[in-house]
């Protein structure tokens, strides 16, 4: 059984920061990809970002330059920094990671609500 749970989503205005946390937990012998998608009201769920060890990091065009992704491998944790927040980064935010023989799980997301 392996488990992911997101944190650090909250309020935060126009302009501010938020770094978001994911942690698994579990049988997981090796993590592959761990990766945060997102979700706003009324839309479907979106990529946001990725990061594959060894690899690197990859953006949606719509967060280069503000979030950044990374990962702790010794602690199954990925983090999302978010800077320069702005009202269409309000979402349910989500992370996601694909282990052995391409299995996905996803955590159950956190809220980030962009708002003055």
């Known amino acids: 059984q392996v488990q992911l749970m997101e944190s650090g989503g909250g309020l935060v205005q126009p302009g501010g920061s938020l770094r978001l946390s994911c942690s698994a937990s579990?049988?997981?012998?090796?993590?592959?990809?761990m990766g945060w998608y997102r979700q706003a009201p009324g839309k479907e769920r979106d990529w946001v970002a990725h990061?594959?060890?060894?690899?690197?990091?990859k953006y949606a065009e719509s967060v280069k330059g503000r979030f950044t992704i990374s990962r702790d491998n010794a602690k199954n944790t990925m983090y999302l920094q978010m800077n320069s927040l702005k009202p269409e980064d309000t979402a349910v935010y989500y992370c996601?990671?694909?282990?052995?023989?391409?299995?996905?799980?996803w955590g159950k997301g956190t809220l980030v609500t962009v708002s003055s």
């Open positions: 996601k990671i694909v282990v052995a023989f391409g299995t996905n799980y």
């Open positions: 579990g049988s997981i012998s090796f993590i592959n990809v």
């Open positions: 990061i594959i060890s060894d690899v690197g990091t």
